[in-house]
């Protein structure tokens, strides 16, 4: 399976960049999410449910950070187990380009080899099982970076605190849950994401990108 996409941030390169490294943003826009936990050095654990067709079942994997050109681009290595369901692993490069000051062209081409049952239903449901979760994260993605833009610009202009002095994002209750316009690709409605200790799963990819 191969998967080529482009998508429009409404962000600039370094904010966008920064959010990609921080695994309670990811946690909270890859469907089916559970945790993603720091597993060495600029490699994690990750725990998820996803449904391909018929098939459903937990996944848990590890992917690892490699060829990494900040703020620009890195790649991915993963592999992950599902039980009965079956395997998938493979790898995938994500790159990032300004698009003027205030957005950001993020481009990613991901190959993926699967096993077991989730070999046995088709490459046509595996393919689209992949684009639609990877068009549900861009959703996300796209609307909490522009929530918290759009809440960054509130808070810095005014002063004050007031009303307006709204949480950091990631600390409990993100501004950007509202959907804001975006040019990603959309997919059926988000599901209900995983809760969780947002303070205690805190931690920035970026943090363990600077140790390499």
């Not at 941030?9 to 990609?20: D, G, H, I, R």
């Not at 695994?23 to 936990?37: F, N, Q, V, W, Y």
């Not at 890195?74 to 009965?84: K, L, N």
Request: charged fraction near 20%; charge should be negative.
């Amino acid at each position: 399976m191969e998967l080529t996409e482009t998508h429009t941030l409404p962000v600039s390169q370094q904010s966008a960049w920064e959010a990609l490294n921080d695994t309670e943003m990811l946690r909270a826009c890859i469907p089916g999410c559970e945790s993603i936990d720091p597993d060495g050095e600029n490699a994690y654990l990750v725990a998820l449910s996803a449904a391909v067709g018929p098939v459903k079942a937990r996944f848990k994997g590890r992917m690892q950070l490699t060829d990494i050109d900040a703020p620009n681009s890195y790649s991915i290595v993963f592999e992950g187990q599902g039980g009965a369901a079956g395997f998938a692993k493979g790898n995938a490069h994500v790159s990032l380009e300004a698009d003027g000051e205030a957005a950001t062209r993020l481009s990613y081409t991901a190959h993926a080899q699967v096993g077991g049952k989730l070999a046995q239903i088709g490459s046509r449901l595996v393919d689209g099982a992949a684009r639609k979760i990877a068009g549900e994260f861009f959703k996300r993605f796209g609307a909490r970076l522009g929530g918290a833009e759009a809440e960054a610009e509130a808070g810095g202009g005014g002063g004050g605190g007031g009303a307006d002095g709204a949480a950091a994002p990631g600390a409990g209750g993100n501004a950007a849950d509202q959907t804001v316009p975006h040019n990603t690709a959309s997919t059926d409605a988000a599901d209900g994401e995983s809760g969780g200790d947002a303070t205690k799963r805190k931690k920035s990819w970026t943090a363990w990108i600077s140790k390499s």
